[in-house]
């Protein structure tokens, strides 16, 4: 079955500092890869995506590779800012439309 | 274009009473996906909808949970005689019709958070 396993939170850094946030996923077939972002009392927004492997997905200075050989989809920035402060969800899309999450990393920057 | 609309945002009921939430997908969205998200975790799928039919409910719990997206109007996701343990935030997500496909982005509404008495 499909199924997304990321890493615990939460993470705290001070800001401009090196960010990952390590996903890996199990799915049959060939699914798409998602991260997406989540604020405080909002829903959730999307960030990034990769449809194949391979495939980077990038967006507001965040990156994540499509990695088919080790079923990953680490999301990487290089310097975080106080206002990236959030919860950050993996997601897998597999050919049924239906989308599974992982349990999502809080994480907060601070000054 | 507006996005994903879901109301309310609020909803409180007392143990045993009806919670109905509504959402409004994008226009020109015509499949509809409802998501439960409970306290410190991700969000569980429960049911994906497209107009007039239920495509796939293997994430709604068996009882009291009902979902509908009728041809016109909203969909609606009703919990009937609420218990404390459904106190969440639903998630309502809407994406495009074309057709069946894994790199189909959805878009997510607001959410509505139940808090049950």
């Known amino acids: 079955g499909n199924s997304v396993t990321q890493m615990e939170g939460p993470v705290t850094l001070s800001e401009e500092a090196f960010l990952t946030i390590n996903c890996t996923y199990t799915?049959?077939?060939?699914?798409?890869l998602f991260w997406y972002v989540q604020y405080p009392g909002e829903g959730l927004q999307l960030l990034l995506k990769?449809?194949?492997?391979?495939d980077k997905g990038s967006n507001k200075g965040f990156e994540a590779t499509y990695r088919k050989e080790t079923t990953s989809f680490h999301l990487e920035k290089g310097s975080v800012q106080v206002s990236d402060s959030a919860v950050y969800f993996c997601?897998?899309?597999?050919?049924?439309?239906?989308?599974?999450f992982g349990t999502g990393t809080s994480l907060t920057v601070i000054p | 274009n507006a996005g994903v609309m879901q109301n309310p945002r609020h909803l409180v009921r007392r143990r045993g009473q009806e919670a109905r939430l509504r959402c409004s997908p994008m226009k020109g969205h015509s499949h509809v996906y409802w998501y439960r998200q409970l306290p410190e975790e991700g969000l569980k799928f429960m049911v994906y909808l497209q107009k007039e039919n239920i495509i796939d409910e293997s994430g709604m719990p068996k009882e009291r949970f009902s979902a509908e997206f009728p041809k016109e109007g909203p969909s609606i996701l009703r919990i009937q005689q609420v218990v404390r343990g459904d106190s969440a935030a639903y998630f309502c997500?809407?994406?495009?019709?074309?057709?069946?496909?894994?790199?189909?982005?959805?878009?997510f509404g607001p959410g509505t958070r139940l808090t049950v008495l």
């Open positions: 799915a049959t077939g060939y699914p798409s």
């Open positions: 997500a809407s994406s495009p019709n074309v057709g069946t496909g894994a790199s189909n982005e959805q878009f």
């Open positions: 997601a897998l899309s597999g050919s049924g439309n239906q989308f599974y």
């Open positions: 990769a449809t194949k492997a391979d």
